[in-house]
């Protein structure tokens, strides 16, 4: 099998007391799409800021593309693109100008870079505003440049930070879109997101973290099926006790109670016929709330 | 790591020039206009009432005093409230190290491209001064640009040291009100340093513009440089440069990376 692209052995970042990334195993294979998911101070983006070079860790072992970062040459640096959370583009250039001086810093030639520009817009939909000043676009077209950006040197690793927060509905589809044909392409994705809707349709294989720790990992489906069991049930209370005794996996949220089954009638066909209920499959959120509970996080 | 490359550094010179372009107007009024009127303030306010310094006509002693002080205004206020900006406020700092380019690279861009800026308004005076006579060595002047240049990287370096240290813009003022205002009124840039009480004058040469004046102006004035005493004071900007660059840099990495 081939070397994986990253592979972080007890990988530990202390920012003073507080342990941001506590002892994480993290493998990526080349080729799949990664999402790594968690709270707010999950230690998501200090994960990706330590791959990158620019955070360095407290312990532990990390290889990126079989090398620590910081030791990564200047050609292999090309080899990673990076979308990060806030859009750092420069607001007082223009599309073109941001990609050519973003190709500067990887060393490219101009020949290539005349080449790959006008790739790269047309590839982000972005090719009637290769004039504009950056300041001037919707946040929908940051974003796609600043994924256009990361992909200046065509690395074959793109991690991209909350690519869609943010975005309406059709920014979000058309970014899907193209980060699959990414994957398509034979790169490996390594995402963050707090929109599980978006861990599942884009991701092979997902990590959940909270607290700088592994909490579960494995595909959409497989996680779907080991921790929330196919099928949420929620019944409005009073709930019958009969339900809650006999070992169905259930957990209360307020004024309902919601239970995780692999076949619905479980719960449905013993509710009194006046119970209000609603039945709906089991999909990668109520695996998120349940490893990680509802309470809310800071920041 | 792997060395610093130029080339590296000349890409994130290139990046502030293309923004730099892009807002020549405000650019030019700051950096051409601003030391004009100085220039002419001094030169025709201070020049009818001051005598001759040290022996030397007082235009031809304030040109060369206005290209260095022109040269750290300009140094100091991009490597500091501009670079902070692209640090803290457009976090231009974070997208450059996300790619080839190293920390020393963009610190070293950065002090680069302060100094080229600050060359343009040291031609400027240069130039308007000259042509108004105060140039008696345009030989000597053109010898000048170098050193100007060098010692305009050193004090783009002591502004990165304090933007190293900054946590927001008023931090700068401390860096303006007891760094650079001492440069320009208690180091011989509008007077001689004769005219302080001698401990004062002495203070003086621990800065690093009395030191670059002492090079300057001897050759804008056509007086010559005498080698051992020139190598003394270049060796004084060297070092203004190499320290403040090294502790900016580790400083910066600390914060940046830790």
Redesign the interface.
């Given at each position: 099998m081939a070397a994986p692209v990253i592979l972080a052995r007890a990988l530990e970042k202390r920012f003073g007391e507080v342990r941001a990334v506590a002892g994480l195993d993290l493998t990526v294979p080349a080729g799949i799409c990664l999402g790594l998911l968690g709270p707010n101070g999950a230690g998501k983006t200090t994960t990706l800021r330590m791959i990158m070079g620019l955070t360095l860790p407290s312990g532990g072992r990390l290889e990126v593309l079989g090398r620590p970062p910081t030791a990564l040459s200047r050609t292999e640096r090309r080899r990673i693109g990076l979308v990060p959370q806030d859009s750092n583009l420069d607001p007082d250039l223009s599309v073109v100008q941001n990609l050519l001086v973003y190709g500067g810093y990887f060393g490219l030639p101009a020949a290539a870079l005349r080449r790959r520009v006008p790739e790269l817009l047309a590839f982000m939909q972005l090719t009637e505003k290769a004039g504009a000043r950056v300041s001037q676009l919707s946040g929908g077209m940051k974003r796609r440049l600043v994924i256009a950006r990361a992909l200046i040197a065509e690395p074959e690793l793109v991690i991209l930070d909350e690519p869609t927060t943010g975005l309406d509905p059709q920014a979000r589809l058309l970014i899907w879109r193209q980060l699959l044909q990414l994957r398509a392409q034979g790169k490996t994705l390594l995402l963050t997101t707090h929109y599980m809707d978006e861990a599942q349709r884009l991701c092979d294989r997902i990590v959940l973290i909270d607290g700088g720790r592994i909490l579960a990992q494995g595909s959409p489906a497989e996680l779907i099926a080991r921790h929330v069991h196919g099928h949420v049930v929620e019944v409005t209370k009073p709930v019958p006790p009969a339900l809650t005794g006999n070992g169905l996996a259930h957990e209360d949220v307020g004024d309902a109670m919601l239970f995780y089954v692999a076949a619905p009638g479980a719960v449905i066909d013993r509710l009194p016929p006046e119970a209000v209920y609603l039945h709906r499959p089991a999909n990668l959120e109520d695996v998120f709330l349940r490893l990680t509970g509802r309470k809310l996080r800071e920041g | 790591?792997?060395g610093v490359?130029l080339?590296?550094a000349g890409?994130?010179w290139?990046?502030q020039y293309?923004?730099w372009r892009?807002?020549i107007w405000s650019s030019l009024a700051t950096n051409v206009c601003n030391p004009l009127l100085f220039l002419f303030a001094f030169a025709f306010g201070l020049g009818a009432v001051m005598a001759e310094q040290e022996g030397i006509a007082y235009l031809a002693f304030v040109v060369p005093g206005m290209m260095a002080y022109t040269s750290m205004f300009v140094a100091s206020f991009e490597t500091t409230v501009s670079a902070f900006a692209r640090y803290s406020l457009?976090?231009?700092w974070?997208?450059?190290?996300?790619?080839?380019?190293t920390l020393e690279e963009l610190l070293l861009g950065e002090a680069l491209w302060a100094a080229s800026k600050a060359m343009l308004s040291a031609l400027c005076v240069l130039l308007v001064g000259g042509l108004w006579g105060g140039i008696p060595s345009w030989a000597g002047a053109v010898a000048a640009l170098p050193i100007l240049f060098g010692a305009a990287l050193g004090f783009a370096a002591q502004g990165l040291l304090c933007t190293a240290f900054a946590r927001g813009f008023d931090n700068f003022s401390y860096f303006f009100t007891f760094w650079t205002t001492p440069m320009f009124v208690f180091s011989g840039v509008f007077f001689s340093l004769d005219r302080f009480p001698e401990s004062l004058a002495a203070a003086a040469w621990l800065l690093p513009m009395p030191h670059l004046l002492a090079l300057v102006r001897p050759l804008t004035t056509g007086a010559g440089l005498e080698p051992l005493a020139a190598a003394g004071h270049g060796l004084v900007l060297l070092l203004y440069f190499v320290i403040p660059f090294a502790a900016a840099t580790a400083r910066i990495r600390r914060r940046?990376?830790?």
């Amino acid at each position: 099998m081939a070397a994986p692209v990253i592979l972080a052995r007890a990988l530990e970042k202390r920012f003073g007391e507080v342990r941001a990334v506590a002892g994480l195993d993290l493998t990526v294979p080349a080729g799949i799409c990664l999402g790594l998911l968690g709270p707010n101070g999950a230690g998501k983006t200090t994960t990706l800021r330590m791959i990158m070079g620019l955070t360095l860790p407290s312990g532990g072992r990390l290889e990126v593309l079989g090398r620590p970062p910081t030791a990564l040459s200047r050609t292999e640096r090309r080899r990673i693109g990076l979308v990060p959370q806030d859009s750092n583009l420069d607001p007082d250039l223009s599309v073109v100008q941001n990609l050519l001086v973003y190709g500067g810093y990887f060393g490219l030639p101009a020949a290539a870079l005349r080449r790959r520009v006008p790739e790269l817009l047309a590839f982000m939909q972005l090719t009637e505003k290769a004039g504009a000043r950056v300041s001037q676009l919707s946040g929908g077209m940051k974003r796609r440049l600043v994924i256009a950006r990361a992909l200046i040197a065509e690395p074959e690793l793109v991690i991209l930070d909350e690519p869609t927060t943010g975005l309406d509905p059709q920014a979000r589809l058309l970014i899907w879109r193209q980060l699959l044909q990414l994957r398509a392409q034979g790169k490996t994705l390594l995402l963050t997101t707090h929109y599980m809707d978006e861990a599942q349709r884009l991701c092979d294989r997902i990590v959940l973290i909270d607290g700088g720790r592994i909490l579960a990992q494995g595909s959409p489906a497989e996680l779907i099926a080991r921790h929330v069991h196919g099928h949420v049930v929620e019944v409005t209370k009073p709930v019958p006790p009969a339900l809650t005794g006999n070992g169905l996996a259930h957990e209360d949220v307020g004024d309902a109670m919601l239970f995780y089954v692999a076949a619905p009638g479980a719960v449905i066909d013993r509710l009194p016929p006046e119970a209000v209920y609603l039945h709906r499959p089991a999909n990668l959120e109520d695996v998120f709330l349940r490893l990680t509970g509802r309470k809310l996080r800071e920041g | 790591m792997h060395g610093v490359a130029l080339t590296a550094a000349g890409a994130v010179w290139r990046r502030q020039y293309l923004v730099w372009r892009k807002l020549i107007w405000s650019s030019l009024a700051t950096n051409v206009c601003n030391p004009l009127l100085f220039l002419f303030a001094f030169a025709f306010g201070l020049g009818a009432v001051m005598a001759e310094q040290e022996g030397i006509a007082y235009l031809a002693f304030v040109v060369p005093g206005m290209m260095a002080y022109t040269s750290m205004f300009v140094a100091s206020f991009e490597t500091t409230v501009s670079a902070f900006a692209r640090y803290s406020l457009q976090r231009t700092w974070d997208a450059t190290l996300a790619t080839s380019v190293t920390l020393e690279e963009l610190l070293l861009g950065e002090a680069l491209w302060a100094a080229s800026k600050a060359m343009l308004s040291a031609l400027c005076v240069l130039l308007v001064g000259g042509l108004w006579g105060g140039i008696p060595s345009w030989a000597g002047a053109v010898a000048a640009l170098p050193i100007l240049f060098g010692a305009a990287l050193g004090f783009a370096a002591q502004g990165l040291l304090c933007t190293a240290f900054a946590r927001g813009f008023d931090n700068f003022s401390y860096f303006f009100t007891f760094w650079t205002t001492p440069m320009f009124v208690f180091s011989g840039v509008f007077f001689s340093l004769d005219r302080f009480p001698e401990s004062l004058a002495a203070a003086a040469w621990l800065l690093p513009m009395p030191h670059l004046l002492a090079l300057v102006r001897p050759l804008t004035t056509g007086a010559g440089l005498e080698p051992l005493a020139a190598a003394g004071h270049g060796l004084v900007l060297l070092l203004y440069f190499v320290i403040p660059f090294a502790a900016a840099t580790a400083r910066i990495r600390r914060r940046m990376f830790d």
